[in-house]
């Protein structure tokens, strides 16, 4: 996989203005797009594509969670929750070394790849050894996540995450965080030592864990303390309980208290967002700060609908994340995402606008934008300029053969669960040929063993 200039002949690809015919896509050796200009004419030996599309940008994983997926399906003596889940989840978090980090990583990362995401949000909260002691290297988890990343060709931004408490009021952590602790300092040193890592492929942000986790003054230091323009991420109302929690500490609810005490713009993400009353929907909105929306994982974990249409009709910005990775794939989390609404309100079509009415269009397009801005990378579009991220779909395949491109994102996005992604170029390399990504076998080798291990730990 080495890093060399390129070019491509889309009959169809998805630009900013929609589809277009034949065109001509070209990178530089760095990953950057220098060309997209359609109408052109094939050059001679110049590798040729059916339907292309932007890959698709993951604003918020957990790694490591990816090793527990499917495997906390169980009920327990009693009501199970979002809470139950966590318990079980910390306690494989705390068995997890670093090298299995990464091999978890890598393996979750190619498998991004292979479904259509082309970049990722590493919303990253382990950061201390078995025994809550400082790793020599405070960025070494982080960093095993960088590698992981670099080896399966896909595009980070890397966040390490603050976490000081277990409540509300400033409660002291339990035995079962003793990994995550971390206050400004320490998130801010990690950010430090990752500043060798940075590059076209690889962004560094920071992610206050969630409003439980620190305190608005600690929250405030960060935010002020990291160089501008830096991505912030911040879990936000995914829970009921944590709502009253919320309303109980601090008299407001979490994203009004989250706008009232600190300066909330557009390097933010908010993920989950999931219980917003209508002037929470208003704020947020208007702040051009993104929703990040993981309705698998919000499913699974039985967190509840985000209030999409009115977000959209207020001009809100989202984009999708795998979170826990029950899901790997944007088709999937997109699905979800409008059948959720579907499901509420009992109607159909509901994630379009005055001027969009195609359903998947407007969630693949707007996905891409909330998602490059949540990145703070320069991603999205298949433009100059833009980093070369892109997807080939299976133009053989029965649902697609013969198609109008007006089409393809439909039948891509709601029908059937093929994977129809058989290409897939990130950062101007190919990392995906015939659905199989190029080191696939080691990465898979490596995975099943972590697993392994991990089971007879
Ligand atoms: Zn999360």
Redo the contacts with the bound molecule.
């Keep these: 996989m080495s890093d060399q200039a390129g070019s491509l002949f889309a009959r169809h690809a998805l630009l900013a203005g929609g589809w277009a015919r034949d065109v001509l896509l070209a990178w530089d050796a760095q990953g950057d797009l220098l060309q997209a200009e359609p109408g052109a004419v094939p050059p001679p030996g110049c590798e040729q594509a059916g339907y292309v599309l932007p890959g698709m940008v993951n604003l918020?994983s957990?790694a490591f969670q990816r090793a527990l997926g499917g495997l906390t399906e169980k009920a327990g003596p009693g009501p199970d929750s979002f809470w139950t889940w966590r318990e079980l989840m910390y306690r494989f978090a705390n068995r997890i070394s670093p090298e299995q980090i990464e091999a978890v990583a890598a393996q979750l990362y190619a498998e991004c790849l292979r479904h259509g995401y082309t970049s990722v949000c590493e919303?990253h909260y382990i950061q201390r050894d078995v025994n809550g002691e400082p790793y020599a290297r405070p960025a070494e988890t982080a960093e095993r996540v960088a590698r992981a990343a670099h080896k399966s060709g896909i595009g980070l931004t890397l966040l390490p995450v603050m976490y000081s408490y277990a409540g509300f009021n400033e409660q002291p952590l339990t035995p079962g965080q003793r990994r995550f602790r971390t206050g400004p300092e320490l998130v801010l040193r990690i950010v430090e030592a990752l500043e060798p890592l940075r590059g076209p492929q690889l962004e560094v942000g920071a992610a206050p864990h969630s409003l439980r986790a620190v305190s608005i003054s600690q929250l405030r230091e960060l935010a002020q303390a990291l160089p501008a323009g830096r991505p912030l991420h911040i879990?936000i109302a995914e829970q009921q309980l944590e709502v009253r929690q919320c309303l109980d500490a601090t008299g407001r609810r979490p994203v009004d208290y989250l706008f009232d005490e600190a300066a909330i713009d557009a390097r933010w993400c908010l993920?989950h967002a999931t219980h917003l009353s209508d002037a929470e929907i208003a704020r947020l909105a208007a702040s051009g700060a993104c929703a990040g929306l993981?309705p698998t994982?919000e499913a699974n974990l039985g967190d509840g609908i985000f209030p999409l249409e009115a977000f959209i009709a207020a001009g809100g910005r989202f984009g999708i994340g795998s979170?826990?990775h029950v899901s790997q794939s944007p088709v999937e989390e997109l699905r979800w995402l409008e059948y959720g609404q579907r499901l509420a309100q009992q109607r159909r079509n509901v994630a379009v606008d005055g001027e969009q009415r195609d359903v998947a269009a407007f969630l693949w397009q707007r996905a891409l934008q909330g998602g490059a801005q949540a990145a703070g990378r320069r991603l999205g579009l298949l433009t100059p300029g833009r980093r070369a991220d892109l997807l080939v779909l299976d133009s053989d395949h029965p649902n697609l053969d013969g198609l109008d491109a007006s089409d393809v994102l439909g039948r891509f996005l709601f029908c059937g669960n093929d994977n129809l992604v058989r290409d897939v170029l990130a950062g101007g390399r190919w990392v995906v040929r015939g659905g199989r990504h190029l080191d696939q076998d080691a990465i898979v080798q490596d995975y099943k063993a972590v697993v392994r291990a991990l089971r007879t730990a």
């Design positions: 918020h957990h919303f879990h993920v993981c994982t979170d826990s």
